[in-house]
């Protein structure tokens, strides 16, 4: 049934969320529908959670919502940071986190890094030595730029800060968690979120966050938290295998099936194949004289951004493309035409990338 209605006009996208989603996991979401109150939804969030907590490399929580990555943003600024947040922007989303911070009313100063340059934890530390801080914001793959910010570096130079139990570290992993090891507990991280349409290859609209205690005991001296994102309310229904509202049953499922392919994968080998499809995407992009946006070091293992040196007509190039069934993405905002992006996360396979860079080629006549 479905699988003829998915035929016709597959674009494989190659475009940095929302991501390709294999047949067998868009299939796990037409199972029958059950009762968020119902055991059958209790024993799947039961069969969920270890898992979830094994990508996110952590024994504490890891809140599960109805929702997008961004509205656990907003979360984690309304249930921990109400002294002054420290946004460190190099990009559109670190940018997002700003307005979010501004829109709840809390007291911030930005940490500036240019559209491209990474975050670097020698600025973080010198702006934290005021003390003045209780929350600092940081994404850690800028999908905009192709940028990765050294997080355990920033988190170290957080804690050496004179008030650095204090300050929550609160990361943005929506285009990276799942495609890169990123070690929560190891970090010592306090918020850490993603949404399921990037590299866990799901369809939109669930936000998982893995908190920290040291977070959850600062929500409880905040006041004004709201309800639908209240962490405490949230950890309050988790602990029952439950949701406070409703829930995407069927993204759940999707979910259940996609950490099983996870586990059976391997978690090391999903972050070598991602890291695989990076330097292959390098390696193609400087055959064709082309450069990388990101400085070297700090290059994404799920994106890449790509200088336009040769002025190649990206809208047309993604005609080109979208006639061969796939898709890719022009730069963010002002970059458009200055650069353009290649995602390889998620499920997407090392052939995948060739199919694409073979058909870019022959766009360019190659
Ligand atoms: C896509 C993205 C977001 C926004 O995620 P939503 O799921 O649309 O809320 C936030 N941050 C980063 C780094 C992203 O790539």
Redesign the pocket.
Known sequence: MSENNRADKHVKLFI??PTEVRPEVLDAQTNWMIGHRMPECLDLIGRIRPKLGKVFMTEKRVLINAS???GFMEAAIRNVANKKVLNCVNGA?SA?WRDITVACGRDNAVLDAEWGQPILPEAVAERLASGEFDAITV?H???STGVTNPIEAIAQAVRQAPNGEEIMILV?S??SMAGVAIPFDAWDLDVLLT?S??AFALP?GLAFAAVSDRAMAKAKTVPNRGWYFDFLVLEKYLLKNQTPATTAVSLLYALDKQLDDMMAEGMENRYARHLAMRDRTLEWAESRGLTAFAPEGYRSPTVTCISNDNNYDIPALNAFLREKGMIISNGYGALKGKNFRIAHMGDLQMADMEELFAAIDEFLGQ
């Open positions: 940095p969320g997008t990555g961004t989303f997002r994404v793959n800028e999908t943005d929506v285009s949404s349409q990037k939109a």
